[in-house]
């Protein structure tokens, strides 16, 4: 009797139990969080101090945050908003280093800084999962890593199953041969003109590839929606047209349309599995999301249907280079040259690998045999250097590719971000009106100059130059808002994005933009009550 007793008063009551389970839960809690912060800190630390040598060479100075690049991304304006919150007296309207250091004075002023790589707020990876949430679940999602590290997984899980759902796309079977055509082969047989191609179509309406050349050649004129449209008109008359499918695929990845995009290379695998131009795009795609297992996957998909597609493994090399395996990133650039001695793409990788070690005279070696075999390199040695925020071998570049071709709008556009970035504005503004005169179709240019004015504080000029660019290219609204925004127009920010997520609903740029402007928006209307 005494026994049981003694049993009945050390029996934990209810109440115990539930603070214990509170507590356990709390605690499991507070070790995940600071696990994930001290692994944050110890991988940003190793990157620092893995930095490529050139970085520490130039008086520049870099605001950063490992692995959530916004270099032009609606993301440059979390920038402005966490520096606004130190009450320093200054406001900052984006991620430009030379105005932002004229904004804050000295001592900073005294600094001759290079591009800034701004990363701050969420990367191409994470945007997806911060949107449409709750003021709490933003909260929660800026400064919980643990809850953040569930909300991953959790969405994670979910596009799993959506991605195991079947594809409801159409496979019904014209009863006709299907020709075979590369991607690569058609693109080849677009230089009829526009005239040729309809009276082709004249004369033969039911021929598909004819419709495809016509979306190929206005692709080539940057006339978007008859591009797609033509695409379209080729899968109606022939929908088993795999490389309709794929190039189609191509014009929603390029428009920021990855889950569209995602179906139609998987549509064209469906039709002819051996088609490896869509198992390489969609390595591609995957890689450009940050899922590398998938983009290893079909890099080597493509690799098995066709062991010379060289772009594979250039796209695999890239992958491990992307993901610190170096030794693999090398065999894969080596591959390449042992087929083909003369690809200069795996000469540039293997020099950019190099490079990112500190084996620089190695990797230059390598850059001027890649210039040997294709004078192109330049243009992509200029954009290289420019990165690692070296205006002098940048500048050279660009400038060699025009003496090889004064007409190359695109190397006059390179040297207007390379000005524009170290605050030579005059230089940066003649580039870019260059670059239009060659090529008055180029959006981005337009949206460059408007970046430039903007930075400038010419207004008028700022806001004609994004509305050419969305004349020419609907998706730059984007742009155009997120000036309204910077000026203080929140509504017609508003409007420019909502005008955006009709061309595309899941736009990450622009969901993330419409999350600042509604916290924006809050605040504004909290302090006028």
């Not at 008063?9 to 214990?20: E, P, S």
Request: hydrophobic share 35%; with cysteine; net charge positive.
């Amino acid at each position: 009797m005494h026994k049981k007793n003694k049993l009945a008063a050390t029996k934990t009551l209810a109440w115990q139990k539930i603070a214990l389970l509170f507590f356990g839960s709390f605690l499991a809690l507070l070790i995940l969080e600071t696990g994930l912060r001290l692994a944050d800190f110890t991988i940003s630390a190793v990157r620092e101090y893995r930095n490529p040598p050139p970085i520490k060479q130039y008086d520049e100075f870099r605001i950063m945050r490992l692995g959530e690049s916004s270099d032009w991304s609606p993301s440059s304006q979390l920038l402005g908003e966490a520096l606004g919150r130190y009450n320093l007296e200054i406001h900052f309207t984006g991620a430009n280093t030379p105005i932002t250091t004229k904004q804050v004075g000295p001592p900073s002023a005294g600094y001759r800084p290079g591009p800034a790589d701004t990363m701050i707020g969420a990367s191409g990876n994470e945007i997806k999962y911060y949107l449409d949430m709750s003021g709490s679940d933003a909260w929660l999602y800026r400064y919980s890593r643990a809850y953040r590290f569930g909300r991953i997984i959790y969405q994670h899980i979910l596009r799993g199953m959506r991605k195991g759902r079947v594809s409801g796309l159409s496979r019904s079977i014209s009863g006709r041969r299907v020709r075979r055509e590369s991607v690569g082969a058609m693109a080849e047989k677009t230089t009829l003109s526009e005239k040729s191609l309809k009276k082709a179509i004249e004369i033969n309406p039911d021929d598909d590839n004819a419709y495809v050349k016509l979306g190929l050649f206005y692709r080539s004129q940057a006339r978007f929606p008859q591009t797609e449209a033509s695409f379209k008109k080729a899968l109606e008359i022939n929908p088993n047209n795999d490389g309709a499918y794929v190039l189609l695929g191509i014009f929603y990845r390029f428009h920021g349309r990855f889950p569209r995009a995602e179906d139609f290379f998987k549509k064209a695998l469906e039709i002819n599995p051996e088609n490896d131009s869509a198992c390489l795009e969609l390595g591609g795609l995957y890689r450009d999301q940050g899922e590398f297992a998938q983009a290893e996957k079909f890099y080597k998909r493509a690799l098995e249907v066709n062991p010379k597609n060289d772009n594979a493994s250039l796209g695999l090399g890239v992958l491990y280079r992307d993901q610190g395996k170096l030794s693999r990133a090398e065999g894969s650039f080596r591959r390449v040259l042992e087929r083909n001695p003369k690809n200069d793409n795996a000469y540039f990788g293997l020099g950019v690998l190099y490079w990112g070690q500190g084996k620089i005279p190695q990797a230059e070696v390598l850059f001027k045999k890649a210039i040997e075999l294709n004078f192109n390199t330049y243009l992509k040695l200029g954009w290289f250097y420019r990165s690692h925020g070296d205006l002098p071998r940048a500048e050279d570049a660009f400038k060699k590719d025009l003496e090889r071709d004064p007409k190359n709008d695109s190397a006059y556009f390179g040297l207007g971000v390379l000005y524009r970035g170290h605050g030579k504005l005059p230089q940066a503004e003649d580039a870019f009106k260059k670059a239009i005169e060659l090529h008055t179709k180029n959006h981005t240019v337009y949206v460059e100059l408007g970046r430039l004015y903007h930075s400038q504080g010419k207004s008028f000029q700022a806001e004609s130059s994004f509305k050419k660019a969305v004349e020419l290219y609907p998706n730059a609204h984007i742009d155009l808002g997120k000036y309204y925004y910077d000026q203080g127009k929140l509504s017609q920010a508003e409007a420019s994005f909502k005008k955006a997520l009709e061309i595309n609903p899941k736009n990450d740029r622009v969901l993330e933009a419409m999350s600042l402007l509604r916290e924006r928006m809050a605040r504004t209307s909290k302090k006028t009550r």
